[in-house]
């Protein structure tokens, strides 16, 4: 059974650009959440996709914003990068009504 | 507003010791709460859960109890070992299962010391 991956690892960004990261959600899960963990903090909860529909958002502003696919697989796209948005972005998958299981996360950088 | 404290940002244990990780909330709708370890460079891993509706759960050496009046729960390591090592983060959720949106704490460093 393949767990939850993303992509890329690290990714480098400077601050007005905009950027995706990937997620592959956990054979058989349905559900896709997005978090943000800046360094010293617990993980933010950003948004839930469950069915490709958005099922619950933080308070993050729009220009955080998703997608999920018939796969199940989901992207996360921030605009307009903030120095602040520097962070490590977590992938969460879970069939819902049950424990999420989170991927390795991608490093961003915004300089 | 934290709605989900851990005060102690780190604990050292000898091995064959117990750990003892604390977690305090103030939301009274959350339902059910989780456990997550965190190794550097890696996702965090769910660990144990339990919901509201009960005071404890046990899943080998890890046991949480939860204290929903003082709205108080602890994760028991026992006997901890050095691989336990590791970052420890309480997680809450209003639903049941824990799929839906998690509030995290800030997370406790465990060092298991030989």
């Known amino acids: 059974e393949t767990g939850v991956t993303q992509s890329p690892t690290h990714l480098i960004k400077t601050r007005g650009q905009q950027v995706t990261l990937r997620c592959s959600s956990q054979?058989?899960?349905?559900?896709v959440s997005w978090y943000q963990q800046a360094l010293g903090q617990g993980p933010q909860f950003i948004f839930q996709y469950y069915r490709e529909e958005e099922n619950g958002r933080g308070n993050f502003p729009p220009r955080f914003s998703g997608l999920q696919f018939p796969n199940y697989s989901s992207e996360l796209n921030v605009n307009a990068l903030e120095l602040d948005d520097s962070a490590l972005y977590l992938c969460a998958s879970s069939i819902m009504g049950n424990e999420q299981y989170f991927g390795p996360g991608t490093r961003l950088t915004v300089t | 507003d934290q709605q989900v404290k851990q005060n102690s940002p780190s604990l050292s244990v000898q091995e064959g010791r117990i750990s003892i990780l604390n977690c305090d909330y103030t939301?009274?709708?959350?339902?059910?709460f989780l456990w997550y370890k965190k190794y550097p460079a890696e996702g965090p891993t769910f660990l144990i859960s339990?919901?509201?509706?009960?005071d404890k759960n046990e899943d080998g050496r890890f046991t949480v109890f939860l204290n929903k009046s003082a709205k108080h729960l602890s994760l028991h390591i026992v006997p901890s070992q050095p691989g336990d090592s590791a970052v420890y983060f309480c997680?809450?959720?209003?639903?049941?299962?824990?799929?839906?949106?998690?509030?995290f704490g800030k997370g406790t460093k465990l060092t298991v010391n030989p």
């Open positions: 939301n009274s709708m959350f339902d059910y």
């Open positions: 054979s058989g899960h349905n559900t």
């Open positions: 997680a809450a959720s209003e639903d049941q299962g824990g799929s839906e949106k998690l509030v």
């Open positions: 339990i919901s509201s509706i009960k």
